[in-house]
């Protein structure tokens, strides 16, 4: 157990060192810093504004730049923000704080499903060593805060599934309001817990299925009340996502909690969906081969050795994000022949897990007529890092030697991956070479 709490303690610093290493080197807005930054410093300097998301967000970056004015000392200062000087660092920290929790919550829901520490070290290594959220964790912008709640909010169903203590079910609907509060694909994350909930609890042909040996902790979820399952995955989101709006809602006295909802409702519909509203618009079905990434920023600096660029793009570790593509396919048909010849075992929950919340958080941008952009799929891709975890893993526990190096493969690439674009995710200085080589045509 120590072994596992240090390995685990070590991979948190690694994500934390990451994430706050040169955090103000860009004394610069990036990408929507220019709204959410400055959307935060409007709830500081009560200046009343329309949002277009939820306010959640604005909330806690401004907790953060409100705590960072204790420690103006800092000669990292931007004056992008209207109404005062504000540090870069003050609304950036605290999601790079945030950011580096990720790999830790979804290596604890791998354990809480399967109780197998080799499964959760292996999450929570492959978690830090994507690029997608390193780099979302270092900017003042929204998805990780999003995540961060939704994996939280299915973090304590878990636990309670474990521990039966009914202050975790209530955590577990907190946490899913407040990722709805963050913007409202945030609801994909509570999607995936109905959708689990009427597979073991509604759905005749699957009561009975959860009761097999191993498969324990869904069948605990048709013991429950159903007024139990509305009042903690109904209500409480509901009254959670209402209250956080009250803030916002006296800041911008011109507007009733149905009018704000119509106006945003309505700015969403006015967005086109092509490269003339944003040249990184992309489809929802690009994202699983990750075809348009996103420049966040982008700056080239003449020197007597040649151009020197700095460059920070959205975008994975490119093996990662194919290989959990591949895991995500390769999973839907195993638990398709599970199904169709009903020789359940104790990987069927798990599966069932990964690929509800996965398409619940994918498939709804099927509806979508908007922009939408890479980060859109950060919620579904999180449950596709347990997938390729889960295959890594059987690779390595396998009793086959080359099944164990392939998973030792696997491992090596994706680190080498992840090392090979670090200068991309942080903005460290490359040549136009070397800056040419780590991009796809498509990327750049």
């Known amino acids: 157990m120590l072994r596992f709490i240090l390995i685990l303690v070590v991979i948190f610093l690694l994500s934390l060192g990451l994430r706050f290493w040169n955090l103000g080197q860009f004394n610069t807005l990036v990408f929507d810093e220019v709204y959410y930054a400055k959307f935060a410093n409007h709830y500081l300097t009560q200046t009343p504004f329309f949002n277009s998301h939820p306010p959640l967000t604005e909330y806690l970056i401004a907790l953060g730049m409100w705590l960072g004015s204790w420690f103006q000392y800092s000669s990292d200062i931007t004056n992008n923000l209207t109404g005062s000087w504000r540090s870069t660092i003050s609304y950036r920290w605290l999601n790079a704080l945030t950011g580096s929790f990720f790999s830790l919550i979804l290596g604890a829901i791998a354990y809480q499903l399967t109780h197998r520490r080799s499964l959760a070290i292996i999450v929570s290594l492959l978690a830090g060593m994507e690029g997608l959220f390193l780099v979302e964790s270092r900017y003042a912008l929204n998805n990780i805060y999003l995540v961060t709640f939704g994996l939280l909010g299915h973090l304590f169903f878990l636990l309670f599934l474990n521990q039966e203590k009914y202050f975790y079910l209530t955590l577990s609907g907190i946490f899913l309001g407040a990722s709805a509060t963050i ?34 902790i869904f069948a605990k979820i048709k013991l429950l009340k159903p007024w139990l399952l509305l009042c903690n995955f109904c209500l409480v989101p509901v009254f959670t996502y209402a209250i956080l709006w009250l803030p916002y809602l006296l800041l911008n006295s011109e507007y009733s909690f149905w009018e704000i909802h119509q106006k945003i409702w309505s700015f969403h519909q006015s967005i086109g969906n092509s490269s003339d509203v944003h040249p990184y618009c992309s489809k929802w079905y690009s994202w699983l081969i990750m075809a348009r990434p996103i420049a966040y920023f982008y700056q080239t600096k003449n020197t007597p ?132 080589k780590r991009m796809l045509p498509n990327w750049i």
């Open 305 to 436: 050795s040649g151009t020197i660029i700095h460059d920070v793009h959205a975008m994975g570790n490119p093996i990662l994000w194919w290989l959990a593509t591949g895991a995500i396919i390769i999973l839907s048909l195993f638990i398709l022949i599970i199904l169709v010849k009903q020789t359940y075992n104790s990987y069927f929950a798990f599966l069932s897990f990964i690929l509800i919340n996965y398409f619940a958080n994918l498939l709804p941008w099927m509806l979508v007529s908007r922009c939408t952009f890479l980060y859109h799929y950060m919620s579904a891709y999180s449950f596709s890092l347990l997938a390729i975890s889960l295959i890594i893993e059987q690779c390595l526990i396998s009793s086959s030697i080359f099944n164990r190096r392939l998973g030792i493969f696997f491992l090596l690439l994706i680190t080498f991956a992840f090392i090979y674009w670090l200068p991309i995710y942080l903005g460290l200085p490359l040549s136009s070479q070397e800056f040419t």
């Open 183 to 216: 913007k409202w694909n945030g609801l994909g994350f509570l999607l995936g817990i109905y959708l689990l909930i009427f597979m073991v609890y509604i759905s005749p042909g699957f009561q009975g299925l959860f009761e097999l040996r191993n498969l324990e």
